[in-house]
């Protein structure tokens, strides 16, 4: 008998409460993120709504407030109410209290209108945040745990501890087939969960729209095409969706180099003809430009190009956003892939020249990650949830392969089921919640392992 995803996901929860209920000290808290994630995070109200400040009582966030693209404070038109107060002003988010002195915020007018410092660390004993006029500004510190940090890095990788691998080396193929079933439901959940927060935020257009930009930016670029897409939402894109997206992604150049084919430099000069004209609205700050990581990408998978396929992708949302469900994914794979464009079909970059084929914007790995990662995931009805079970996740990951592995040794039995996609999601799952807080020698994830049933 097929057991229910909720019910599996809930034996993963409980999984996760036991082995962690009596964890304590720093090993216990997965690797920081880095203040531009946690930004990105504020901004999505993935962060704590609720808390205590600094002296100054209990804190409600009411609108999380803008993300500044310029100077000054990181949210700009927040609202709060502290100790039952309402309060409206800017909010500035520093690693610790002491970032607010170190970057010159106290004595700088531009930060007089902050109502809230936020910080990652404890403030030390006696700590005031002051501006200039000096005016103390409640803190809120956010401990480590608040912060979801599934997408930390890790702290290394210890292969001379292989105690996971005692329980799981024995274990019939059908109990970890459950045991990633569970952590695959698990990781739906909670998925799921932060999409239907993003939608309460910015609506379920614009939601999808970033998960569409994060699909399209893979591993080495998906926190920078998430925040592109957070600071040109798709609202106001329209027909300007490339200049504003290139724009603001900071690929435009008033002129291209001298080595630019004539036909870059005419697509260019319409580009930057209308960039010129909406720069203002949307350029970000030097100290706030997005950053980009072009190696050791191949040419095809530049960030101009991942950016480029998602302006072209806006012009076509109309036919794609009707398709978002598990039962169009056939016809949805059929319209991403037919995604072109007369320049970037043949182009890496903007001043580079042209390939002699022309290369599809979209691949089909682009679109199956994006089915599994999204598509299938905020699909609630049975059928997502079966035919999810049936995706081929196709040939396993670098990092998952580190997993397996860590967990498993050289068990060849594996092999089929882990092509799977929840298998693969389900191995991520587990690394962020165990193997990558490197705490292997305090870990019980293998004692419970002891116990897991089906």
């Not at 935020?201 to 926190?223: D, I, P, R």
């Not at 609202?235 to 084919?261: D, K, M, Q, W, Y």
């Not at 010129?276 to 700050?285: D, G, K, P």
């Not at 390939?355 to 599809?360: C, E, H, L, M, N």
């Amino acid at each position: 008998m097929e057991i229910p995803r909720q019910r599996l996901a809930e034996q993963y929860r409980k999984l996760r409460e036991d082995i962690f209920s009596g964890c304590v000290g720093e090993g216990c808290a997965a690797a920081p993120l880095p203040e531009m994630q946690v930004q990105a995070r504020w901004a999505a109200g993935l962060l704590p709504h609720l808390g205590t400040s600094l002296r100054h009582g209990e804190v409600r966030i009411l609108e999380h407030g803008r993300w500044n693209r310029c100077a000054g404070p990181d949210f700009t038109h927040a609202e709060i109410e502290l100790a039952g107060k309402r309060l409206r002003g800017d909010i500035e988010i520093d690693p610790s209290a002491q970032d607010w002195e170190r970057h010159g915020h106290g004595a700088n007018p531009a930060f007089n209108n902050v109502v809230l410092h936020v910080v990652l660390t404890p403030p030390p004993n006696g700590w005031y945040t002051r501006n200039s006029l000096h005016q103390d500004i409640p803190i809120l510190y956010i401990p480590p745990h608040a912060i979801d940090s599934e997408t930390a890095a890790g702290n290394g990788w210890d292969e001379t501890i292989p105690r996971c691998r005692m329980p799981l080396a024995d274990m019939d193929i059908t109990r970890i087939d459950s045991l990633l079933r569970a952590a695959a439901a698990h990781r739906l959940e909670h998925k799921r969960g932060q999409f239907r927060q993003r939608i309460a935020a910015v609506g379920e257009k614009q939601a999808w729209y970033e998960a569409w930009a994060t699909t399209l930016g893979y591993s080495a670029n998906k926190e920078a095409m998430q925040m592109l897409a957070m600071r040109a939402p798709i609202a106001g894109l329209g027909v300007h969706a490339e200049s504003i997206l290139l724009g603001t992604a900071g690929f435009l150049v008033p002129v291209l180099p001298e080595r630019a084919s004539s036909e870059a430099r005419e697509y260019h000069r319409g580009v930057w003809d209308s960039w010129w004209t909406l720069r203002e609205q949307y350029e970000l700050a030097p100290q706030r430009s997005l950053t980009w990581s072009s190696a050791p990408a191949r040419p095809l998978n530049h960030p101009q190009r991942r950016v480029a396929a998602l302006a072209a992708s806006v012009l076509q949302w109309r036919r794609i956003s009707p398709l978002l469900c598990a039962s169009s994914a056939r016809e949805l794979t059929t319209v991403l892939s037919s995604i072109s464009h007369p320049f970037w079909d043949t182009h890496y970059t903007l001043a580079s020249g042209p390939i002699r084929k022309r290369t599809a914007l979209v691949g089909s790995q682009r679109i199956s990650d994006f089915l599994i990662n999204h598509v299938f995931v905020q699909d609630e009805s049975p059928h997502a949830w079966q035919s999810y079970l049936t995706l081929n996740g196709g040939p396993l990951p670098g990092s998952i392969q580190r997993t397996v592995r860590q967990l498993f040794g050289e068990r060849n039995d594996l092999r089929k089921l882990l092509r799977h996609a929840y298998a693969q999601q389900a191995l991520l799952q587990i690394d962020a919640d165990f193997c990558a807080r490197n705490i292997c020698q305090d870990c019980a994830f293998p004692t419970q392992l002891c116990q897991w049933a089906d």
